[in-house]
């Protein structure tokens, strides 16, 4: 096991600017794909919270759309999008709407209905609800989506290889064709590694993030 | 969609693989998970590193945790199940501790009132009423395992992820369209399945717990 | 200063509509506190919160100053009537004082204006600033958070104040003390209160009229004497239900029993003042030892004796008011329900 790791830490210095290269790209993808995500998601959230008859369809669709294979989703951007970096991202920021979406739109229902009646009986407008109110209130809640959003598509950007997308998969792939572990592990490893920074890193940022007095299991 | 209508035997066997696939991953995960959420709730100590381990295994992406196991475990289904049952492991103990705590203090206090010994109050009390709660964690591990495992046909385990895997190579969006709904299909499916058991099961409880 | 002109909503469901307030029209003079109290169901909070907008009405008009409500703004209007509810609706990610602060926000006041203004209301509802203005709501205890939200209702000092059993929420003894402080407070303030509550002994406590609803239609609209022996309808006497007697005895006042002074009457004898309640006369009397004279004098506001009433009428009127409740309240309310 530990040969196999030494080995493996060979290799990558061995090959380190290709290494860095196919780790950013990863990271790229991830970043990017969240990002513009949330740009789509958390929208999508206010308006399914304030439609009633959006919210019903717009989350059956999320649902629905969560069950479909990540994989499958990469492989059917290839007759429309072909291969590369932009099929790739493409594919992953749909990915990354659905649990934002989710969280969004549940953390901004579940508002107190007593707060969001204080609000309104004091004078907010509807926007100075969503943002005084809905929005920091729900905050827990979506970044928990956007923690989940993340740390999937670390995951998912090693698929991303499939079609050409690059990232650390690439590796894994070779390593998977080559029947070769340091290959294999040189890809594998750091992309678990990420994916815990992240899931931990987010954790943190989450604290300084959401609201002082929202925080569950402060006192 | 036309390779469903098309070759009608070879979705049903993958389809079969699929479910052999994660039918004993989630299996294995609960005769580890369940009796390791049981002793959490016995040794609380336990709860942090348990829980801690359980969801670093979860937050590893499925490739690579496949990658990682591959050299110990070869390629095959061994690998496959391997991976799934670590994944499901996070859901399965941390519904069956939430099970277990969700169970009324004073339902517990009556029965040790009546007399009953600690493994008596478990199976006869606990496990019951925890059953629904525990129940919600396998269906969330199943529809998850059942979309980690079409990635497993990469290493050879077979199942649905093959037409995908094999679609891409290929060019032919038939078979990836025909995978994608068939595990599609066997989630949601699964899914439905484990929500009418749980409401059969939350009634039952119920009724008995008058 | 509020008027209500034949308001009604009805609520539609299954194609059926429920009338939850039916033709209600009262008044509400500038600086009263104004109760409405009736069982559930009755519309009071419905009728309360028509006036703040967050009712629709079906039918009527409210006008407040003599403007119909429907023309203003909604959100300007909402602005300039303080609301406090039952469970609080403080913000649980904004600080004791920012809660305060939150309308003073919403109308752009600089950040110094906002704490100083905090800071203010915060000791006018007995919570010193030092100890609370930077605490979290969870942090504080129910009758506290209550204060907070009464503080905030008050922050941009809005004529009217809307309370929607904003002490239900809270244990009895908590309560008791909630509810002095906001007669201290109103006492200080004089704003114009609309006060839900099915409690009717704090709506005799608090009110200056009390408006007894039930069924989403007014039973009866009055001065807590009023109701007490003028009662309008016997679902009003059954609704007080017991301790009438006893509440007779703290609401009403002499002046209202009080005598025309007879022609020789002698010029001796206490004199009290037509505001004191008979209980409270009783208590005076009994603290000043023996009988002066026949009987006391009633004197008006401004002190002039107009009144009077013999020892042996005042025991009279003692006897009449505890007599009701000899009377079993339990018949009154069957006949009343069978109405």
Known sequence: ?219 | MRYIIDHPERMLELTQEHVRLVAISIVVAMVIGIPLGILITRLRWLEDSLIGITGVLYTVPSLALFAILMPYTGLGRTTVIVALVLYSLLAIVRNTVAGIDDVPAATLDAARGMGMTGSQRLLLVELPLALPVVLAGVRVATVAAVGIATVGALLGAGGLGRLIFDGISRGNTDRIVAGALGASVLALAADWTLARLGDVLRRDVRLNAR | MIVLEHVSKTFTSHGQSVPAVDDVSLEVGEGELHVLIGPSGSGKTTTMRMINRLETLTSGRILIDGRDIQTMNVVELRRGIGYVIQQGGLFPHFTVADNVAVVPRLLGWTRQKRRQRAEELLALVGLPPEQFANRYPRELSGGQQQRVGVARALAVDPPIVLMDEPFGAVDPITRKQLQRELRRIQAEVRKTIVFVTHDIAEAFLLGDRIVLMAQGRIVQDGTPSDLLRNPADPFVTAFIGEDRGLRALQFTSLGEVARPAPPGALANGMVLPGTLSILEAGRELGVHGDAIGDGIWVSDDAGNPTGYLTYQQFAAVLGETLAADAESPHDELVHAIHH
């Open chain 1, 1 to 219: 096991m530990f040969a196999d790791l030494a080995q493996m830490v060979a290799y990558i210095q061995d090959n380190q600017d290709t290494f860095l290269e196919l780790l950013t790209e990863h990271v790229q993808l991830t970043a990017v794909s969240v990002v513009i995500g949330l740009l789509i998601a958390l929208p999508l959230a206010v308006v399914a919270s304030r439609i009633e008859l959006l919210a019903k369809p717009l989350t059956w669709l999320a649902a629905i759309g969560q069950t479909i294979p990540s994989i499958a989703i990469l492989g059917l951007m290839l007759p429309f999008l072909g291969t590369g970096f932009m099929p790739a991202l493409f594919a992953l920021t749909i990915r990354a709407v659905l649990p934002i979406f989710l969280n969004g739109y549940v953390g901004i229902r579940s508002t107190d209905r007593a707060i969001v009646d204080a609000a309104r009986g004091m004078g907010a407008s509807d926007a100075q609800l969503l943002l005084m109110v809905e929005l920091p209130l729900a905050s827990p809640v979506l970044f928990a989506g956007i923690k989940t959003a993340t740390v999937q598509n670390i995951g998912l950007a090693t698929l991303a290889a499939f079609i050409g997308g690059g990232g650390l998969g690439d590796l894994i792939l070779q390593g998977l064709g080559m029947v070769d572990p340091p290959v294999l592990l040189a890809g594998a490893v750091p992309v678990a590694l990420l994916a815990m920074a992240a899931e931990v890193g987010l954790g943190r940022l989450q604290r300084v993030v959401v609201p002082a007095g929202l925080q569950i299991g402060t006192r």
